[in-house]
């Protein structure tokens, strides 16, 4: 099921995306549903990963910010506080 839905665009949006879509000769429609489709994954995964970073925490899944430091050193040698 589609639906149509409006928007309004300012002249530069309006131009960029007409520079995109016929780039890859596509029409705009098309670069807008692809942008609000790949917006809405990554605001989803986003999400979940700061739920799974919330779940941890409350699970006790944490690490002290000096042993987090440590490994940094170890890893990346001596680091700024």
Do not use: P
């Amino acid at each position: 099921m589609t639906n149509r839905f409006a928007i309004t665009l300012t002249d530069e949006q309006k131009a960029r995306l007409e520079q995109i879509a016929e780039a890859r000769e596509e029409t705009v429609v098309a670069m807008v549903q692809e942008a609000v489709t790949e917006y809405l994954d990554y605001d989803a995964e986003f999400r979940q990963a700061v739920q799974e970073g919330l779940d941890d925490v409350a699970a006790g899944r944490v690490h002290d910010w000096e042993d987090v430091k440590a490994e940094l050193r170890t890893k990346y040698g001596d680091l700024d506080d």
